[in-house]
């Protein structure tokens, strides 16, 4: 039954009475300071997991003059250097195919997922048939904590393809005992498709990024369709800031009449529903038994105290193929100690993931975080769905523009006045102003995935600064 063991098992028979709302009433509900205890012992166990079989945490470990037998304590671990994303990347370069620190042997991978590759070589994950089933038993646990139950069909809407994020809620819905519908997205025409599907098998939940769910909205309606007719109970996201975003998330709801949960960390720490939402509102629990997350500082990775604003910093309690000790993520949030008022006794990021600190840029002196622009312009009525955000850089200083659609139901002659409204708005939410420009709807592609909204011009005359002129020598 209730379990929580090293190396981890599951009774992969458990499943609660649809009525109980805690999957495992104990892990969830016990103090945080017990919880602690219990995780500083755990973390010792991965920690010599990890020593005895992946050379890159021994050597890393190595240098820092760190031996897990040191860590005694949640304080003690806070000194262990932390892992970056490059790091990961330069040692499969360095140890084809998984790198070394694939903790089981090769063969008992498997499945196989991995980075988008974007930035960089991408990554691999290795996932041995243990991993894939704590993370089965992990995400049902907390789908079930979102009030997903075995009645409901859970749409699959984003890609099946490397991005663990589908995978994931697929496996999850399967262990819950849902019916699972992995319709995926991202292939030309699939979107109308989708639509048509979810009437015909009567979705009764969405998995996919809070874009694709706006860009969803607006093809069923141009299909004829009102999204909220769908009959969609609960949409559960990942991916990207959105669900948190309180402008993003009315408009969700606005359109589908559900209810929507935030959810979602990084792939490389899969069960990555690790930070979720409980109930419907914005902000995430930090599911801390399963992976240990902690708000540090950016500069010095040491864990900062509740209240503060800083970057998570995560440790896997129960992946036994690619154990991530201390991942850095990059990412910007801001947390609460853990109440019982939440009915479970997490820490909780009141606004979920909101960007990442690489995304943030600098406006006469003040750090704007793309997702603020985001949560003013689509609170904005008369928004046409997308927009976009230009930085440029004008004699020394840089200057933030940002082009917005328009709904069609506006007479053009209140444009001007509706642009100025924003931007007033921009500044006074930013400090600092910003020239709105209203452009026609549809003037932006959508995405079916993670949406990138920021062009940053001076980006651009950098690299072509750099860059050589044809023809002449370098
Ligand atoms: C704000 C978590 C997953 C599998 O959906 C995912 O997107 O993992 P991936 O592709 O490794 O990307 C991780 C990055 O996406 C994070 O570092 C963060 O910047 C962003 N992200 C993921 N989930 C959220 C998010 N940002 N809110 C989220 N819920």
Known sequence: MEQWVWPPRYDETHRPPDGQTHWFPRRETMPAERRDELIAARIREVMAYAWDNAPF?????????????????????????????????????????????????????????????????????????????????????????MGIRPSDTVLIASPLSLYWGSWGAYTGAERLGARVFPFGAGTPGQTARTVRWMRQMGVTVFYGTPSYALHLAEVAADEGVDPASLGLRAMFFSGEPGA?????????????????????????????????????????LCWQDLVYTEVCDPA???????????????????????????????????????????????????????????????????????????????????????????????TAMDTLAVQVEYDPGQPESSLPGWAERISNRLRTVLGVGATVVPVRQHTFDRTEFKARRVIDNRELLRRMADEPLPGREP
């Not at 860590?71 to 990347?89: G, H, I, N, Q």
């Open 244 to 284: 948190s975003i309180p402008s993003t998330r009315s408009r969700i709801v606005e359109a589908f009449g559900a209810e929507v949960y935030d959810s979602g960390s990084m792939a490389e720490v899969a069960p990555w529903m690790n930070l979720a939402a409980a109930a419907d509102e914005p902000g995430v």
């Open 300 to 394: 010095g990775h040491r864990r900062l105290p509740y209240g503060a604003e800083g970057t998570p910093v995560y440790t896997t309690l129960e992946r036994t193929s690619q154990p991530m000790i201390r991942l850095l993520s990059g990412d910007l949030t801001r947390w609460e100690a853990p109440t019982a008022e939440r009915g479970r006794t997490y820490p909780f990021l009141p606004r979920g993931i909101y960007g990442r600190i690489d995304d943030m840029f600098t406006i006469r002196g003040e750090n704007i975080q793309p997702s603020a622009i985001d949560d003013v312009v689509m609170a904005v009525p008369g928004y046409g769905g997308e927009h976009r955000v230009v930085i440029s850089r004008e």
């Open 57 to 145: 945490y021994r050597r890393k470990w190595d240098e820092a003059g760190i031996h897990p037998s040191s860590v005694r304590t949640l304080a003690d671990f806070e000194k262990v250097p932390v892992v970056r994303k490059e790091e990961l990347r330069a040692d499969q370069a360095a140890n084809e195919p998984f790198g070394s620190y694939l903790c089981v042997s090769p063969d008992e991978v498997k499945h196989i997922n991995g980075t988008s590759g974007t930035t960089g070589r991408p990554t691999a994950f290795g996932i041995g048939e243990r991993d894939w089933r704590s993370v089965a038993n992990a995400h049902a646990r907390v789908m079930w904590a």
